[in-house]
């Protein structure tokens, strides 16, 4: 079950035991992905990220920035996800030379 809690502990150290700039994926169960970049906020009912855009090919430049950023750096979009609807989170280890600006940054 995905709640408050996971999103705010339980996905940083599942990244941090992935190693390396581990990438995040969130499945839902409307069929839709996302490459996670960060947690923005998590509360009761929703999680707030910063996403991938959505068939994005390539490398995004990631600007520095804190998980916990009010703005979203440039590049990423922000969604709001009821926990609900999630199906899981996947992660796959990479590393810095395999995709140096893609990957989950709040570990």
């Known amino acids: 079950m995905f ?3 996971y999103f705010r502990d339980g996905l940083r150290a599942q990244a941090a035991m992935a190693g390396g700039n581990p990438v995040v994926t969130l499945k839902l ?3 839709e992905e996302y490459l ?3 947690v923005v906020q998590s509360r009761a009912g929703i999680v707030m990220l ?3 855009p959505p068939g994005r090919s390539g490398f995004v430049h990631a600007p520095t920035t804190s998980a916990y950023a009010e703005a ?3 590049g990423y979009h922000p969604i709001a996800i009821a926990y609900e609807i999630i199906s899981y989170v996947t992660f796959s ?3 810095a030379q ?3 600006r893609i990957g989950f940054h709040g570990a």
């Open 3 to 5: 709640d408050e809690t």
């Open 29 to 31: 169960q409307t069929g």
């Open 36 to 38: 996670v970049r960060d």
């Open 50 to 52: 910063n996403v991938y």
């Open 72 to 74: 979203p750096p440039a």
């Open 93 to 95: 280890s990479t590393t």
């Open 98 to 100: 395999d995709h140096p």
